[in-house]
Every structure is written in C-alpha cells, then in structure tokens.
C-alpha cells in the first residue's frame, strides 16, 4: 500500500496541517488524517501530487465552507 502525506493540506475535522495521508485502497483513493483519523473517500483528482499549478486547487478541497 502506497501512502504518502498532502503537503499544505489542512484536516477539515481537527485543522492539523500536513496530517492528510494519501494511500490507494482497492485501487481507491483515500485520504485519511493522521492526527483525529478522519477519512476522507473518493478525493477529487487535485488531491494527486502537489504540483505548481494545481496547488490552490489542492489546498482548496480542505478548505472549510
Ligand atoms: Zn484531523
């Protein structure tokens, strides 16, 4: 099982930064928080490598409403 933490990614539950683990699941992605174990299914694509471009998307999709 592949894991790997979502640099900039802040947990919508407990607000931890950098505790969002990214792991393939059944061929799924999940993204789980490392801190209150909030698990997060089926994540949008953006939730893929940070990357230049796609950063404010990333980050975006913890953002609270
Ligand atoms: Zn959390």
Redesign the pocket.
Known sequence: MRKRFIAGAT??????QD??MLYVENEREMVR??????LMKEPQEAVHEKTGTQQDQVIGIFKPE
Do not use: H
Not at 11 to 16: D, F
């Open positions: 947990c919508p539950e407990c607000k931890a505790s969002m928080c490392v801190e209150c174990d909030f």
